[in-house]
């Protein structure tokens, strides 16, 4: 995925939890952050962030989205929109002749995306796949989520019930960074979706992590890293 136009720039504060103050060019400029966590660890004052240039958007309050944050060496896509993309390629990469459609609805959920794909001597295997973002990193460690997430144990419920009617299901969370040694629920912040991941992982719900590519305008899901349910 691709942004069309990019600019550095530099965190000042947040005034709320989804606007931001950046110093842009010598003035403060307000940004919407396109993030629904907390990013505590993330937008710090002097951060070097990165804004997406949305001033040929008439219908915008904002003027900029704030879309990236330099943490130490590390660049890290913070675009809560980012992850269904990156995913929506992946997919396209891992199962290139499947039909695959985003936003379907399975109970009272709606799950991220289908994959329908016939397999070999022409049987039809239908798997649902729900996406996470990633944005926080401890000493090399990706953890999900940042803040409690009620719906996120729903979608688990979810995928496990498809499993259990003959189905398969996948949790997918897209790391939006590069080079994290692993993957874990974030326990200290939700214990009860870290309990649930590792419930649904032992009814059949396949845990998959990536890691990604990411650059100042770009984000490519780029290689699996190993998962370690807590």
Request: glycine share 6%; net charge negative; proline share 6%.
């Amino acid at each position: 995925m691709k942004y069309d136009k990019v600019i550095r720039a530099q965190f000042i504060d947040p005034p709320n939890r989804f606007i931001a103050h950046a110093l842009l060019d010598g003035r403060t400029v307000t940004c919407h952050v396109k993030n629904t966590g907390r990013c505590r660890e993330l937008l710090v004052p002097g951060a070097e962030v990165w804004l997406s240039d949305e001033r040929n958007n008439p219908c915008r309050k904002t003027l900029f989205d704030l879309i990236a944050v330099k943490k130490g060496e590390r660049l890290i896509n913070m675009d809560s929109q980012a992850p269904n993309k990156a995913a929506a390629e992946l997919l396209s990469r891992l199962y290139p002749d499947a039909v695959i459609t985003a936003e379907r609805t399975v109970g009272d959920s709606r799950i991220d995306f289908c994959v329908e794909s016939t397999a070999e001597y022409g049987n039809s295997e239908k798997r649902y796949v729900e996406v996470k973002g990633v944005t926080l990193e401890k000493d090399g460690v990706a953890m999900f989520p940042d803040a409690p997430t009620e719906r996120g144990v729903k979608h688990l419920d979810t995928l496990a019930d498809c499993v259990k009617t003959g189905l398969s299901a996948s949790v997918l969370f897209i790391i939006q960074m590069e080079g994290v040694l692993k993957f874990m629920p974030n326990r200290e912040t939700h214990p009860a979706f870290a309990d649930k991941l590792r419930e649904v992982s032992e009814r059949g719900v396949d845990i998959w992590a990536y890691d990604c590519t990411v650059t100042p305008d770009t984000m490519t899901a780029r290689a699996p890293v190993p998962t370690e349910l807590c």
